[in-house]
């Protein structure tokens, strides 16, 4: 068994951005680069679940495994793809990105992983009071209340938080930069994430 899985999730379909963000580039890199390199030297192994639309692009540009939901919870949102990637590996512990955080660094997440311990089952990030569970550490033994909650078509990552022991961590709580929780949902962010790279300071 593996101690710790990365998972980086790509399954949306990027409305809001009008293209695939997974694909979007910042710094040489496109966005799914930055998180697999965030978590590639500290996990045991890496997958991503991809939209079915992605697979084969992901396929030709990746080294790792590229799967879709498993199909009983296909399309039900990032929780889906959570599951789909416990049940496809045997690990103790996953990490999970997304693929709209192209800020995001190893040192991140690496703190995060320090902060486990035996009485929580998750370790998420709130920042300046927004939750960002899909930057997040999961422990295997939390399959079963997201295969409950799935069945009961409950959807959502908050309500998954609020079944399991998290262990919530604020920006008070960690010495890393806060630019590594800014997620792009849309062009404007996009545009603004440029913007806020060349700025100069004199």
Not at 38 to 49: E, F, G, P, V, Y
Not at 56 to 76: A, I, M, P, W, Y
Not at 135 to 161: A, D, F, P, R, T
Request: aromatic share 8%; net charge negative; hydrophobic share 40%.
């Amino acid at each position: 068994m593996h101690n710790i899985v990365g998972v980086l999730l790509a399954g949306g379909e990027s409305r809001r951005f009008g293209q695939p963000k997974a694909f979007a580039k910042f710094k040489e890199l496109t966005f799914w680069e930055h998180s697999y390199d965030a978590m590639k030297n500290i996990t045991d192994r890496q997958l991503i679940i991809s939209h079915p639309a992605l697979v084969e692009r992901f396929r030709d540009d990746s080294l790792c495994q590229v799967f879709t939901d498993n199909e009983e919870v296909k399309g039900k949102g990032p929780l889906a793809g959570i599951y789909t990637a416990m049940e496809i590996e045997n690990a103790e512990w996953f990490v999970v990105l997304s693929c709209d955080i192209p800020y995001i660094n190893e040192k991140t997440i690496q703190t995060l992983l320090d902060l486990r311990h035996q009485n929580v089952k998750a370790v998420i990030p709130n920042i300046k009071g927004k939750l960002h569970p899909l930057i997040g550490v999961y422990h295997k033994s939390i399959l079963s209340i997201i295969s409950k909650q799935l069945e009961n078509h409950e959807h959502k990552m908050i309500s998954l938080l609020e079944k399991i022991a998290v262990l919530y961590v604020s920006e008070n709580d960690i010495d890393v930069d806060l630019k590594s929780f800014s997620n792009i949902n849309s062009q404007k962010d996009y545009l603004q994430l440029g913007i806020d790279e060349n700025k100069t300071d004199y």
